[in-house]
C-alpha cells in the first residue's frame, strides 16, 4: 500500500456500538483493532511504506520514472493530515497524482483484497504512529470533513 | 518665535498634503499589491497600498472604497473576494490582519481569532467553499478558517522558501478540494490543500510576484516573475514565456471570461483579453 495515512482510534472506537454487560471492554476492542492493524499493515503496506511506517527514501522527490515514492506514514509523513473518510477512501480506491509521469496509479486500490473492517483496522494502526498534536489534528479534521458535503 | 514654526511647520505640511492628493489625482499612483474578481458580480477590486477601489463591469469607472481605521497607517498586502458570496470582500496586511466587508466595503470587522499575529503577507479564498480563507504569516504559516474569518486554525509552516502572495485553486486532482499555489522568492510552488506535500510547479527558477489561474481551465497556471510573465498550461510543470507590459507586474488576476489583468510596480493597470498576446492600458 503506497501513500497516505493514518487515523486515530478514538475516532473509530466512536463508530462502535456502546458496550453492554458481557461484551468485550472498548479498550480491549481497540487493542485488537490495532493488533489486527499492524499485521495488515506488515501484510499489505509495508514492503512501499516500510515495516515501521517510514516511508521510502526521498519520498519527496519524483523517481526516475517520474512517480511519487511511497510516503511514511508515521509522525513524518503527512498520513495524520487526512480524515477518516479520506484515508479509507484512498485505501479502498487507490490515488493518482496527478502530475505522475506514467499512467500508472501513484497508490494502488485494495477494494478487491481488504474488507471494509480490515481497511478500519489498518487505519487505527496507523493512528499509533503519530503524534497526541497529530491525532488531535486529524480527529478535527475526521469531524470537521463529516459535517461536511463529500470532498471531490 | 515658537508660534511662528509652528505655523511653517503647519505650512510645510499643509503643502505636503496638497502634493500628495494632487499627485494621486494625476496618476502618480502607487504600485498596485493586489488584485481580485468578485465572480458573482464581475467586480474587480483593485489594492495600493493605503487604497481600495472597485469596478463593475468593464467600464472602469473607479469607486474608491474608504479605508477603516485599522488600515489607515498600516499597508495593504492582500485581498480575496470570495466565491459566491456577494458584496464580500477581504482585506489583509502586517499590523491590521483580516478585516471582513459584507456591505461592498462600508463596513469592516476585524476577523482575527485564533491567529498568532496580525502581520498577514498573504491571503486567499478558496476557489468554491465561499466561507473558507487561507492566510499566511511568516515564521508562523499558513492559517485556514472555515468560517469566514472568524476562526483560524494553523495548517502547516508553508514553503520554507515563505510565501509572498498564493491563492486556491480547485484544479481537479487534489487529494482534498484543491490546491494552493504559491509564489515564492524561488518560484511558484504547489501543495493540494491537505498541506500534504510541497512542491516545485516547474522550474521557473525566478522571484515571483503573483501567481493565479484561468478559473474557466484552472490547469492554465499563470506567473509574474522578475524574469518576465508566464503560463502552465498543465497546472505549473511546463511555463511559457508570455508578452508583458513593460512594467514589472506585481498582481494581476483573471477575470470569469478569462481575460488577464495585471497591475504594475508604477501604478499601471492592464488588460489582455487575448491569452495574452498583447496588453492595453486601461484606467486606473
Known sequence: MRSLGPIVCLVLTAGIAPARAGDAAPATIESELIASGRTIYQQHCAACHGARGEGAPEWRQRDAHGELPAPPHDAQGHAWRHSDTMLYRMIMEGWRDLFNKTGRLTMPGFAGSLAPQE???????LKTLWTPEQRLFQREESHRQSLQPAAR | MTAMLQRQVGIFFALIATFMATSAAAGAAEKIVALTFDRETNTLFMARAHELYRSKGEDWGWTKIA????????????????AKRTGVLYLAGPGFGVLRSSDDGRNWVARNDGLPSGDIVALAAHADQPDTLYAYIPGKGIFRSEDAGAH?????????????QFIHSNMPGSMQTGWL???TPKGVRR???CFCLWQDAGELAAPVNAVSYDPREPRNVYAATAKG????TDGGEQWTRLSAPTSRITAFAVSPAGAVYAGTADGGLYRSVDQVKSWERIGA
Not at chain 1, 119 to 124: F, G, L, N, P, R
Request: proline share 9%.
Open chain 2, 67 to 82: 479605508l477603516p481605521p485599522g488600515v489607515q497607517g498600516n499597508a495593504i498586502a492582500a485581498m480575496a473576494a470570495p
Open chain 2, 191 to 193: 501543495s493540494m490543500d
Open chain 2, 229 to 232: 510573465f508566464f503560463l502552465s
Open chain 2, 152 to 164: 483560524w486554525k494553523w495548517m502547516d509552516n508553508g514553503p520554507r522558501e515563505g510565501i509572498g
Open chain 2, 181 to 183: 499555489l504559491v509564489a
Open chain 1, 119 to 125: 481497511i478500519h483496522s489498518v487505519i487505527a494502526y
